[in-house]
Nanobody
């Protein structure tokens, strides 16, 4: 059974940094897409960043480009999201997700529904 466990959320002032982690357990495929999504109160969940574990290709939504970095540690089966220059509008519950199959370098084309595995979420709060 695949499990994704996020950690690293918290409260920070605007301009600060946080690093989110997502530990992956029980995954049998060697290559798949992973992503970070977020949902703010009263808003729909949106994709933040994606990564193809087989080749490291990364994709970001425009609002976080240059501030957030998605990365992986294959030895630890862990996905990271380094968030710098945080803004109050980054406040949200952050979720990591993984696909249940290998989409190659087409992670950027996937819809939210294509991610079959989800973590429980970790809260990020940025105060002004």
């Amino acid at each position: 059974q695949v499990q994704l466990v996020e950690s690293g959320g918290g409260s920070v002032q605007a301009g600060g940094s946080l690093r989110l982690s997502c530990a992956v357990f029980g995954y049998t495929y060697s290559s798949y897409c992973m992503g970070w999504f977020r949902q703010a109160p009263g808003k729909e969940r949106e994709g933040v960043a994606r990564l193809y574990t087989g080749g490291g290709s990364t994709y970001y939504t425009d609002s976080v480009k240059g501030r957030f970095t998605i990365s992986q540690d294959n030895a630890k089966n862990t996905l990271y999201l380094q968030m710098n220059s945080l803004k109050p509008e980054d406040t949200a519950m952050y979720y990591c997700a993984a696909t249940s199959r290998d989409y190659g370098n087409y992670c950027y084309m996937l819809r939210e529904g294509d991610f079959g595995y989800w973590g429980q979420g970790t809260q990020v709060t940025v105060s002004s």
